[in-house]
């Protein structure tokens, strides 16, 4: 029987393929294609391994009046294993073909339709269904406003390649993220080119059927300063849960900069109040000449993406990055990093990595390489302390 999910779909293609004589073409765009292999040596075997990591996000985009937007993604969070499952005899396997399946498979990630502005006013109302928004992450600012990108470095799979929690498929990305079924409502550019409002409220995927949240959100953008703040509130306990954060990012002059995310992704009133519910990170910057200097101090969360993470409670991150050059004015940039991670409750509670690193832009391709060394604790065999990475970043 088809579900609203299936029926949403058929409505956005209908929507962005209908043909139309007044109406602009379908778009159709790879927002994001990313390559991440990263070397390791096996526990058990000792042998030194490699592991690809695929990321494929593709978006139709059409529409006037109404527009549609339909995403498809892929990751594979393994690509190596998806190719041995593909193996003939594995394939006899009906539960190694499901998941080959799963591994190797595009799948839905985003519809939405947007009437734009409604009722003469300027504001957009979007009916969506997935995952839709990012908060307090800075990237918006970009696709928003046009800005050089200011996000910090540490995140994504090169940082934390065992992802949030041990899943490989979820690292730190804002605070907050908006996934599930229902509305959006936010103004246009007829409203302002310098800030934006927006008002979510939705069935919320990340927390199971009939789980509701609303969040409201608001961004500020300035020459010198850029800042975001939300609120919201979800249905998943007696009492409601409680979340709000802040993203702070400030460049008076070309010297100094100053990056601050600040928030609290998850509070049940009926609990326990702690450090722990806090997500924090603060990042000092100090320019000079064609190199920069960034200190990092990130808190993570027990909380994350309304899901428990025991293993990273009370955990911390400082980082101390050399860099020199930058990639969106020059095309390349290469450093050190140091990276400190204090798990206290792993069986590893410290670990010490210190890594150079080179990326550049040529041929329409952003190229990442990087050579992570654990210099604490040494690991056994010894050669385990070599932990290369190769990314590449690109879209059309």
């Known amino acids: 029987m088809p579900t609203r999910e299936h029926a949403l779909l058929a409505l956005c293609l209908a929507a962005l393929l209908a043909p139309a004589p007044a109406a602009r073409a379908a778009e159709l765009t790879v927002e994001r294609l990313e390559l991440l292999s990263r070397g390791s040596v096996e526990e058990d075997s000792d042998a030194f391994e490699a592991a690809t990591r695929l990321y494929f996000d593709l978006s139709i985009k059409g529409g006037d009046k109404f527009g549609g937007l339909l995403r498809l993604s892929l990751l594979s969070g393994s690509v190596e294993e998806a190719l041995a499952l593909a193996d003939e005899d594995a394939v006899d396997d009906p539960s190694a073909l499901a998941k080959l399946n799963s591994l190797a498979s595009p799948v839905f990630k985003t519809a939405a339709i947007t009437a734009r502005s409604v009722f003469e006013l300027p504001l957009d109302l979007s009916y969506f269904v997935g995952y839709l928004d990012t908060f307090a992450s800075g990237a918006d600012f970009v696709s928003l406003f046009g800005t050089e990108e200011f996000a ?46 927006y008002l979510y409220c939705y069935q919320d995927s990340d927390l199971g059927p009939g789980r509701w949240s609303g969040d409201l959100r608001a961004l500020y953008n300035a020459e010198t300063l850029k800042l975001e ?55 000092p910057r100090l320019n000079f000449g064609s190199g920069r ?25 400082a980082a101390f ?4 050059g930058r990639l969106a004015r020059t ?39 990087k050579l992570s060394l654990r210099v604490f604790p040494v690991p056994e065999p010894w050669y385990g302390m070599f932990k290369p990475f190769v990314g590449l970043k690109t879209s059309f």
């Open 293 to 317: 200097v960034a200190l990092t101090v990130f808190y993570h969360p027990r909380w994350y993406r309304q899901s428990a993470s025991e293993s990273e409670e009370s955990s911390l991150d």
């Open 321 to 324: 990055d050399l860099r020199f």
């Open 229 to 283: 703040a939300f609120v919201g509130a979800s249905t998943a306990a007696s009492a409601g849960v409680y979340r709000g954060g802040i993203l702070f990012f400030a460049a008076p002059g070309e010297v100094g900069e100053f990056l601050l995310q600040a928030g609290i992704p998850y509070w049940d009133p009926a609990g326990s109040f702690s450090v722990d519910n806090l997500y924090f990170l603060f990042e």
């Open 152 to 197: 910090t470095a540490l995140s994504g799979p090169m940082v934390y390649p065992e992802g949030v929690g041990g899943n490989e498929n979820l690292f730190y990305d804002g605070i907050h993220a908006v996934n599930g079924t229902g509305f959006k409502l936010g103004t246009n550019e007829r409203l302002s080119d310098r800030g934006a409002l």
């Open 331 to 369: 095309g390349s940039q290469g450093g050190l990093e140091n990276l400190l991670k204090f798990r206290p409750l792993t069986d590893e509670p410290l670990g010490i990595d210190v890594s150079p690193y080179y990326a550049m832009i040529a041929g329409g391709i952003e190229w990442n390489f």
